[in-house]
């Protein structure tokens, strides 16, 4: 295929954004070589193969995402601009794109290890579920967030090699860190939701109350983050990265409003990519000099 039309779709997926979703699986690593040796690496050849199967993971998700909202998409004047809705990419093209991506992810989850491979299926079921669920639930938010959550717990079993439960702890706050993400950014698409029959938080409670269930969510998250470090015996740098972390969700917060949603997505996409690599650089420092804190 033609070198624009690569263009055309990863312009589409917003590939830039997956440096944001990168440290997810970062940390992941990064806490399973501590939990597994204190003190102890990522190789760099384990870190190439979890960059390229988040690379494939993500490109395939926001390319099954674009392809089944298609005509969803066509309707909403927000994103009637993408490529497929506006004939400027070919539905098979896109599932090449997405058939390769899924390949990719494959061939470095075997890289990997044996359970990275076979825990495959369940990504690629969250990976595809995902992008039918507003069609028939207000949780979609939470099964997005599942999704994305399978980032640092497969960064995990790929470090391990095994489910451990701290490994699956810290997958469940960054999947209800994202859906609380995710109610915010459902908010801009309130009306258009509700006249094409689409499920959400915001459609189902109302935008302020989405708000605060955002709100709880991300205070819940944080509550998850703490326990993550007492489980694994973190030292101060983890806790000030977490304090970095909430004074940025805080922010968020403050920006969006039920009468004011102008600087949405502001606070989603950059805020978001913000955290995440925060976090990320906090614990690779714990890492590099652990101070314990009092416990």
Known sequence: MHLSK??????????EHTIFALPFAYI???????????????????????????????????GLNRLIDRHIDKKNPRTADRALPKGLLEQWEVLVYIVFSFLLMGFAAYQLNLLCLKAM????????????????????????GITDGLAPLGGWIAITGSFDFPGILLGLAVAIWIGGFDIIYACQDVEIDNSLGLQSIPVRFGISRALIISAVLHVLTALLLIWVGGILKLGLFYYLGLVFACALLYKQHKMVSPEDLSRLNFAFFNMNGYLSVIVFVFVV???????????
């Open 285 to 295: 420092l714990d890492l590099r000099w652990f101070i314990p804190i009092l416990r």
């Open 6 to 15: 690569l263009k055309l779709f990863l312009e589409m997926i917003k590939f």
């Open 121 to 144: 299926p369940i990504a690629v079921f969250f990976l595809t579920l995902y992008s039918y669920t507003k069609r028939f639930t207000w949780a979609c938010h939470l099964i997005l």
């Open 28 to 62: 992941g690593a990064f806490l399973a070589a501590r939990f597994n040796h204190p003190g102890g690496w990522p190789s760099w050849w384990q870190l190439v193969w979890i960059t390229l199967a988040m690379v494939g993971a993500r490109t395939a998700a926001m």
